[in-house]
Each structure stands twice: as C-alpha cells, then as structure tokens.
C-alpha cells in the first residue's frame, strides 16, 4: 500500500512544493499567455436571492460579501480588465412584474482596468429583485467586451441562485459566443444554492461555453469557486506559469519538506509541509484564501480526488481551512482507498501548509499534531545550511517540522529534498 500511496503522489507532484515555487519560475512572458484578460462578473440579482442561508445573511448578501472580498483580492496588473453587470434588477419576481424583468440587464462597471472602487460601490448598491433571464444576460455581456481585444482571454463568469425563467436559451447562447472567432468568449457558470437537478440545467452554459461549472451549497463554497475561476483564467491571487505563491505581489521567501513512513503498512504514509513569509497581514489573508481554492479546483479535476470537503480540523495561528477526502483507486488490482487531508494556517505574515495521505484510517489527527508543534515557531537567525541529518536549517526551514516532531517511523523523503 505504501509503494501504491508514493507512487499517487509522486504522479501527481502532490508535495506542498508546488506552490512554493521560486520565484525565478516566475520571471519572464509566457509567449503562449494572453496579452490582457478581459473577465465580466455577471450577478443574478433575481428575487430568489433573499432567501436565507445558514450564516443567517440572505443570499444576495453572502454573494455580495463573497464578492467584495474577491474584488479586493484580484491583481492590479496591466493588461487585467474587469467589469460587472446584473440581470433581473427591474420589475418585480411577480407575474405581473416578469415582462419588464425579463428584459433587464445593466452594465454596472466597464471592462477596462481593475477599478475596485466602483465595483465594490456598485455590489453594494445591488438589491435582489425580479427574475432570471440568463440568456440576455450572456447576450448583453459579449458588447462589453473591447473591440480591439487582440491576443486576449475574454470571459463571463455567471453567479446565479437559479435557471433562466424567461424562455431564453443561454446554453445556445453560450455556444454562439464562444464560436464567435472575434470573441471566444468563455463562459464559467457558478451555481449559489441550487439543487443537483437544477445544477444539470445549468451544466451545458459552461460546457458550450467552454467554461468550468462550479457548485457552491454556501458562501465558503462561493468564494471558493470564484477564486477557482480567477485561478483558471490565469490571473487570480495565485497567478503565473506554476502553481507558485510567488505569483502574489508580497511574497518574501519560502520553504518546504516533506516525509515518507519508514515502514510499508497502514495509517499515514506521507506527510508535506511548507511555509510562505508575505510583507503584509493583507496578502497572506488574500493567499490563505486563494491557496485552498486552487488546491480544491485542481483536485476537481482528478475523478479519484474529487470529494475534498471543508473539515474542522481545531485552529491554530489567526485562521485555519482543512480540507479532507478519500482517495478513489485507479488500479483495479488494488481496490483500496487512501485518505487526504490539508491544511493552510495563517499566523501573522506567515501561511503554512500541511498535508497528509494515509493508507487507512484519517491521516488528518497526525497532520493536526505537527501543526500544533509548528506553528508560532519563528524563522531561524542564521543563514541557510545543511545539517548532519540532510535536512535545510536557518531562516525559514527552521520554522519546518523536523522528524522527532512527526509520529514514529517517518524519515525525510528523499525524492523531495532540495539542495543549497
């Protein structure tokens, strides 16, 4: 099992060094990148969204406070557009008000540039009020976009509580726009609230929309799934050609390491750890947040990884997300399943990850206890060396778990030890 566990994550560059990358990786233009992104927030703000959740907020107030977060934590760049438009903001969710609601959609803020303060005023002026109709919505946004685009990535990225109720076809919509050669545009569908039935309604907007379908049962979920988008267009708080913190302006330096069981059997077999420094509390919030919706986006898209899920997991240092699942099998010979769990902690200017995969049982309590050792250290005052063990000391690394910090058994990985 153990050899079968190793081999799953060495095949997926599962050691928490991938988004620790240097920041040489970083350096240069990707001739293959985009010369500007052009993404449209479009929010349904339809009558349904003054339901309640559980946080006690109505919908559109969990959306409209997810959003402002995300605003703020989107890259001033050049080259980086962002505009938003609502649908459903006329009439009333009555019959007697669909007409006039089914024919409403409103550009708010113009695509050009990152203007965060008229989209943080325009969010919190919006108010929930009529219908859904979708497909105008998709068709208003493609004249938002510039003219003269060139070589860039235009997309919509939809958040709605609900299917079109107008008698539009947005699927068909979707497809055109995206077929439109002077355009492409792509359209990423997220899903606040809705049931798995009305989820599959919406599926085909992103599939012919060439976009992502991303479901979110609540405002954590919500914001997971936006930063996800962000992530996926390449621009989002963990932007550039790796999935390296070092893409978020702020980052200082970073260490990682990770350790293997010494022996083949059962519990955890494998445990990573990393630490990120950032100049200020206000980035390291931004990259704890954005860290964990990349994490759960890229192993959305692995079948054996894809039911990670928010787990409690105590709390250490300022905040603390866990995530948690099984790992499917792919080998029919070998029908077992492992256990993942992940944690990002942000203390201070410092975001740790830790993750853990266990052959049976829940490798989560054994990642928890390193975390309670490790966090709170503080990075070492002597310069960086190796030590008689082969492990990093100094600066960051001493902030590292060392192996008597690790239950028994667990040795340095080899396959994952830098070298000075």
């Known amino acids: 099992m153990a050899q079968w566990a190793c081999a799953w994550l060495i095949g997926c560059s599962l050691t928490l060094s991938w988004f620790i990358a240097p920041a040489a990786a970083q350096e240069g233009s990707d001739p293959q990148r985009p010369e500007a992104l052009n993404i449209e927030i479009v929010l349904d703000v339809s009558g349904s969204m003054v ?114 109720t107008c008698g539009g076809d947005p699927c068909a919509v979707a497809s055109d726009l995206h077929q439109q050669e002077d355009l492409e545009l792509v359209t990423h569908v997220v899903s606040f609230a809705l049931t798995p039935e009305d989820q599959e309604r919406l599926s085909c907007i992103a599939e012919n929309g060439g976009g992502l379908l991303l479901g979110a049962g609540d405002d954590d979920e919500l914001r997971e799934a936006l930063f996800s988008v962000l992530e996926e267009l390449g621009r989002g708080p963990v932007a550039g050609p790796t999935i390296g913190l070092t893409g978020i302006p702020g980052t200082e330096e970073a260490a990682s390491r990770a350790f293997v069981a010494d022996e083949e059997g059962e519990g955890t077999l494998f445990m990573s750890f990393a630490v990120v420094r950032f100049e200020d509390e206000e980035t390291a919030q931004a990259a704890t947040r954005a860290i964990r919706a990349r994490v759960i986006e890229q192993f959305r898209r692995r079948s054996d990884v894809s039911g990670l899920k928010s787990v409690d997991a105590g709390s250490w240092g300022d905040e603390t997300l866990a995530l948690a699942g099984p790992i499917e099998p792919t080998d029919p010979d070998d029908p077992e399943v492992l256990a993942i769990a992940l944690l990002v902690v942000r203390d201070g200017l410092y975001v740790h990850g830790m ?66």
């Not at 605003?71 to 009555?94: K, L, M, Y």
């Not at 990642?367 to 709170?376: L, N």
């Open 355 to 420: 993750l853990g995969v266990a052959a049976s049982g829940d490798p989560l309590p054994d990642v928890s206890a390193v975390a309670e050792q490790v966090v709170g250290r503080e990075p070492g005052e002597s310069s960086v060396a190796t030590n008689d063990e082969g492990l990093l000391t100094g600066g960051l690394w001493d902030m590292l778990p060392r192996p008597a910090d690790l239950p028994t058994d667990f040795v340095l990985d080899e396959e994952f030890v830098p070298q000075l």
């Open 51 to 164: 339901q309640v959740i559980e946080t006690g907020e109505t919908r559109m107030e969990a959306a409209k406070r997810v959003l402002r977060s995300v605003v703020e934590s989107i890259p001033e760049q050049e080259g980086v557009n962002v505009g938003f438009r609502i649908f459903g903001q006329e009439g009333d969710n009555t019959e007697a008000g669909r007409e006039v609601s089914c024919n409403s959609s409103q550009l708010l803020v113009e695509i050009d540039g990152v203007r965060k303060g008229e989209l943080l005023d325009a969010i919190d002026e919006t108010q929930p009020v009529g219908w859904t109709p979708i497909a105008l919505a998709l068709e208003s946004s493609a004249e938002d976009f510039p003219a003269d685009a060139g070589n860039a990535t235009n997309a919509v990225v939809l958040v709605t509580d609900g299917t079109e």
